[in-house]
């Protein structure tokens, strides 16, 4: 993108010949990137920590906006009613200028942002990992990796990679204050690599295998797999979060907070839209289980639901669904209320 800003400069953007477009492929390619990646959209919006790299990025942003008024004004007046506004000649080049200027204070936001990110990641996670041996949950970390993905689908990953671990963070929860910010975040993933490292039985790959293999026999298709395997995960969950509960003070508040934001928003009775009924069915499957996790967890830790807002939600979902539905939610309702520490293989 700041090689692209050449393309900004009066005698240059408007430079005739196919080299005359190479800076406006730099600049609009480095900007679909980032919108590609969500990054943009990521320290834009959303609650967050204030950090000098955000505003930077929030400034320049609306730099860019206020600088291509004078071009949409032409266009969109051409158009419309075949008349040029006041100062046309004049305004154009000065907005093209405060594009460019928007375009390099974003980039040195960016840049900030992305040096600082694995520092933040790093102490992060050493304190973490201190937390988690002063309450009696030490990890093996000379086999544990912790890296950053900003195409994760969640917060946060962990899975066993031969004999090591690795634990994948989105750019999000760095700075994020959702869910109840990065630290819940690392010792969450942490508490799953402690699960795999003690060979808890709810997070023996080899068991989850002897499970999955057949079920996806039946239906190959992968976004039917995909499914099957995200609601096999919720169970290895519950025992993440009781861990979790018990190494970070405050977590319970911060969980609950989460939780009932998410029913809040309605995103729990947002069925599924997909244009195939199969498709729309194990949509709201997976619907039902996502609720069903989020109700039982708070009942299990006795977590208030104020205003009875899980509950309205989830009755509401149920009654547009039809009856095995509350059949399923019944089953898997019970199903983590009694998972216990002592569950056996």
């Not at 200028?97 to 980039?107: D, P």
């Not at 989105?170 to 508490?191: A, K, N, R």
């Not at 519950?238 to 319970?252: I, R, Y």
């Not at 995103?267 to 009924?277: D, E, G, Q, T, V």
Request: hydrophobic share 45%; net charge positive; with cysteine.
């Amino acid at each position: 993108m700041l090689a692209g800003t050449t393309g900004l400069v009066p005698g240059i953007w408007v430079a005739s010949g196919w080299y005359g477009l190479i800076p406006g492929g730099f600049l609009f390619g480095g900007l679909f990137y980032l919108m590609w990646t969500g990054e943009l959209a990521r320290i834009l919006f959303g609650p967050q920590t204030k950090r000098v790299a955000r505003t930077l990025v929030v400034r320049g942003k609306q730099a860019i906006f206020i600088g291509t008024a004078p071009g949409m004004l032409r266009l969109y007046g051409g158009a419309l009613f075949a008349i040029e506004y006041p100062y046309q000649s004049l305004a154009e080049p000065i907005g093209t200028i405060v594009i460019g200027i928007g375009t390099v204070v974003l980039s040195i936001g960016l840049i900030l942002e992305w040096k600082r990110l694995p520092q933040v990641v790093d102490s992060s996670a050493r304190k973490a990992l201190d937390m988690m041996k002063e309450s009696g949950f030490g990890l093996d970390d000379s086999r544990l990796w912790v890296g950053i993905d900003p195409m994760l689908d969640n917060l946060g990953k962990s899975y066993p990679a031969g004999d090591e671990f690795a634990i994948l963070l989105h750019t999000g929860s760095v700075y994020g204050t959702e869910s109840g910010g990065l630290y819940q975040t690392i010792i969450h993933e942490m508490s799953h690599v402690y699960l795999f490292q003690k060979k808890h039985p709810s997070h023996i790959e080899r068991t989850f295998e002897e499970v999955y293999d057949p079920i996806v026999e039946r239906f190959p298709e992968g976004w039917k797999s995909r499914a099957i395997r995200a609601v096999m995960l919720y169970p290895p969950e519950v025992f993440a979060e009781d861990l979790t509960f018990k190494v970070l003070e405050g977590s319970k508040t911060s969980w609950a907070k989460a939780a009932l934001e998410y029913f809040r928003r309605r995103r729990a009775i947002r069925k599924s839209l997909a244009i195939s009924s199969k498709r729309r069915m194990w949509g709201n499957a997976m619907l039902l289980v996502r609720n069903c996790y989020f109700q039982s967890v708070m009942e299990r830790y006795q977590m208030a639901d104020s205003g009875a807002i899980v509950k309205k939600a989830n009755e509401k979902l149920l009654s547009s669904l039809p009856p095995i539905a509350s059949t399923s939610f019944d089953y898997f309702h019970r199903l983590f209320l009694e998972l216990r520490d002592d569950i056996t293989v």
